[in-house]
């Protein structure tokens, strides 16, 4: 079992900048794939990016290419999206999401564990 908790949603400023964090307990993180996911008011959840378990490896949605950065630090087990130039359209809630694969899942569907999710909300 893998536990994740997500922190560091709030209330932004359309163009600011907001740091999510996710904290693993469970299972060894480090051997995880990790990613995040956001759902929008009445929208399907959504890929937001991919971590492969040392980092090597990063993917990332169109909409959110240049200006999100995934990282993790497997020493705190925690996870990290960095979200920069934000726009109304961003405003959702966050989920962290991981899985034991080996592949780096793009789909919801390809991860085992999920947190509770921060909202993001941006204004303009």
């Known amino acids: 079992q893998v536990q994740l908790v997500e922190s560091g949603g709030g209330l932004a400023q359309a163009g600011s900048s907001l740091t999510l964090s996710c904290a693993a307990s469970g299972r060894s993180f480090s051997r995880n794939v990790m990613g995040w996911f956001r759902r929008a008011p009445a929208k399907e959840r959504e890929f937001v990016a991919a971590?492969?378990?040392?980092?090597?490896?990063?993917y990332y949605a169109d909409s959110v290419e240049g200006r999100f950065t995934i990282s993790r630090d497997n020493a705190k087990n925690t996870v990290y999206l960095q979200l920069n130039s934000l726009t109304p359209e961003d405003t959702a809630v966050y989920s962290c999401?991981?899985?034991?694969?080996?592949?780096?899942?793009?789909?919801?569907?390809?991860?085992?564990?999920w947190g509770q999710g921060t909202q993001v909300t941006v204004s303009s």
């Open positions: 971590i492969s378990w040392n980092g090597g490896r990063l």
């Open positions: 999401a991981a899985t034991g694969g080996v592949l780096i899942p793009l789909d919801q569907r390809g991860y085992d564990y």
